[in-house]
């Protein structure tokens, strides 16, 4: 086959260079094809196959289930099982494959879709909450006959472990992306997806090569292919001929060395060549990733998604993590970064990152029933998740952070139940720290422009330019037809980040960015010029952000920032940019 190349947006850096391994989307978008008559029982069979891995795969989470789980997940286990077993499932979709020939995958969907239109026409509830279940039970058997991430094979036909393959899929969810938290893959490449969508935020997060928004590359790339990402330029080249394979492989060399040089500077501390000492924080998704923020040198945790923790759960939102679940896993987080500040974000689901995809139904749910606005709206949730982090605060030094506040109300209304969650736990006689920090996240343009509001009630404020970006500049962060908009060097949101760390700083409370920018080492002299202190962002990204700095002469950049500032025209803050990498 001759070799090609795409082009796509750059996730994560460096390059990654394997073998093909291609994700199907279980549930929409499966193969349609007529099975002639002599494969007709093989197919059949590996339906059956496929639905009785499935209910090993449930007896196994089953008996897996840690004593202390609350009753509901076994419940929830038991109905999946039920529903498998049920002739609805379990026979119907063989008779679809006899009589119209369908493949096994197009029969079971097919099905599926029949018993969904007949749940939405029942009237009680309870009884129509159950199509999510028939629908879940089904995206598992798909997933299995289909391959994808439920049932990644440990080695491929020839041999390679995961290290040696490239996940190839249209779209990856955020909970998807979990999966291959404890499977280090070569690297992913997507049809869609934005730069700053959380399935990229994710793969930045696993520090692996990762190109998004290729179009119609789980099209054109076929299964064992050899690739290459190259990470840095959102390239991907498939079936490389050998001197360009040697080219990439040099590259990969250099950046290995250039890591290896760059792990010497862990214990350094990050202060400019004139002195000013700047924090460095980890942004992390579960309390497993502190071991890579310590290992990074953090200063601390200056953002903790903690909905990464709900995400991902049989059962979605009729399955939240406990509060004592949640205490577990803040405290751990709070222990091993050992004395370090650790701030936990309130849950910010909605969006791209919905509890649970199926029961996703809001019109656009990036503007919708998001972050805050689903906690002020569940307020026994958030009482359970305010009441676990506080509970945290009692084991070291934790910082509340609230997604998405944009109204005076929301401010009230949060502080009020914080109070609330810390006179809960003083009747329970739990510990925790009275004087814990409350701050914003200021991600919503209205947010930026009534800091007062802000900073009269918050003890600090963390800039969310991912969604500042998104919602200045009226561009959806995954959808990759509008990536090239995405322009964190827009005036507009120039003059939002700006104005915010000076008001913050006029007001004395601390102001750190948490957004993708703090991560770019192409902004970091600008933010620096800006005034900015403090940065939190993927642990992978912190030493080469520190090596940026300590070249850095803060009085020389300030007046090239200055100029920036002023710019309205995109030439002109090029140019500048360019000039204040020289300074
Ligand atoms: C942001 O919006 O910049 C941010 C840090 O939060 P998230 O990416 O999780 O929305
Ligand atoms: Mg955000």
């Known amino acids: 086959m001759a070799s090609f190349t795409l082009h796509g947006i750059p996730v994560s850096r460096g390059i990654a260079i394997g073998r093909a391994h291609l994700l199907t989307p279980a549930a929409l978008d499966v193969k349609h094809y007529l099975v002639p008559d002599e494969s007709i029982e093989a197919e059949v069979q590996r339906l059956q196959n496929a639905i009785a891995t499935v209910h090993k795969e449930l007896q196994t989470l089953w008996s897996d289930l840690p004593k202390d789980s609350p009753a509901e997940l076994g419940a929830f286990i038991d109905v999946h099982a039920l529903i498998l ?3 609805m499932i379990a026979e119907v979709p063989l008779d679809i494959i006899r009589a119209r020939h369908y493949n096994a995958e197009w029969a079971l969907v097919t099905q599926i879709d029949e018993l969904s239109s007949q749940f939405d026409d029942i009237g009680d509830a309870y009884l129509r909450e159950r199509k999510a279940d028939i629908q879940q039970v089904g995206e598992r058997v798909l997933k299995v006959l289909t391959g994808t991430a439920g049932s990644l094979p440990k080695v491929n036909e020839h041999g390679e472990t995961h290290a040696g393959m490239i996940v190839v899929a249209h779209d990856i969810s955020p909970a998807d992306m979990l999966q291959f938290r404890d499977r280090s893959f070569g690297g992913f490449i997507t049809d869609l ?3 700053n969508s959380h399935t990229a935020i994710v793969a930045r997060s696993l520090d692996i090569p990762a190109a998004v928004g290729m179009t119609n590359a789980s099209a054109l790339i076929q299964q064992d292919d ?17 001197e360009v394979l040697n080219q990439y492989r040099d590259r990969q060399l250099r950046i290995q060395r250039e890591r290896k040089k760059l792990s010497k500077l862990k214990k350094t501390p990050a202060v400019t060549r004139d002195g000013v000492k700047i924090n460095l924080y980890a942004n992390i998704e579960f309390p497993e990733d502190c071991a890579s923020a310590m290992e990074a040198g953090a200063n601390g945790v200056g953002l903790f998604r903690s909905e990464f923790l709900f995400m991902g759960r049989i059962g979605g939102s009729a399955n939240l993590p406990t509060e004592d679940e949640q205490f577990e896993s803040y405290r751990k987080a709070v222990e091993m970064m050992k004395g370090r500040p650790v701030t ?9 990152k919905p509890l649970d995809a199926a029961e996703q139904t809001a019109p656009n749910p990036a503007l919708g029933l998001r972050a805050i606005r689903y906690c002020l709206a569940e307020p026994q949730m958030f009482l359970a998740q305010l009441r676990a982090i506080l509970r945290a605060s009692a084991y070291g030094p934790v910082k509340l952070l609230v997604p998405m506040l944009a109204h005076a109300f929301e401010i009230e209304k949060t502080l009020g139940l914080i109070e609330h969650a810390m006179n809960q736990l003083r009747a329970a006689n739990k510990v925790f720290d009275p004087l814990i920090q409350v701050g914003a996240m200021i991600e919503i343009p209205a947010a930026a422009l009534t800091l007062p509001m802000f900073v009269k009630r918050m ?16 561009i959806d962060r995954v959808d990759h037809e509008v990536a090239h908009l995405y322009n964190p060097l827009h005036p507009a949101v120039l003059q939002l980040l700006s104005h915010t760390i000076t008001t913050g700083a006029k007001a004395g409370i601390p102001v750190s960015v948490c957004g993708e920018m703090a991560g770019d080492t192409k902004l970091t002299r600008l933010l620096l010029g800006m005034g900015l202190r403090e940065f939190s962002m993927h642990p992978s990204q912190i030493l080469s952000v520190k090596q940026e700095i300590l070249n850095c002469d803060i009085e020389l950049l300030a007046p090239q920032t200055k100029k920036i500032l002023r710019s309205f025209d995109p030439g002109d803050i090029a140019d500048a940019m360019e000039a204040l990498a020289h300074v």
């Open 85 to 87: 077993s049920d002739p």
């Open 193 to 195: 997806g934005g730069q």
């Open 226 to 242: 050899w690739v290459i990402i190259d990470g840095d330029n959102g390239v991907v080249v498939v079936d490389p001929p050998p």
């Open 344 to 352: 936990i974000r309130t849950l910010d689901i909605g969006a791209d």
């Open 459 to 474: 003890d600090f404020l963390s800039i969310g330019t991912n969604d500042l970006i998104q919602y200045t500049l009226a």
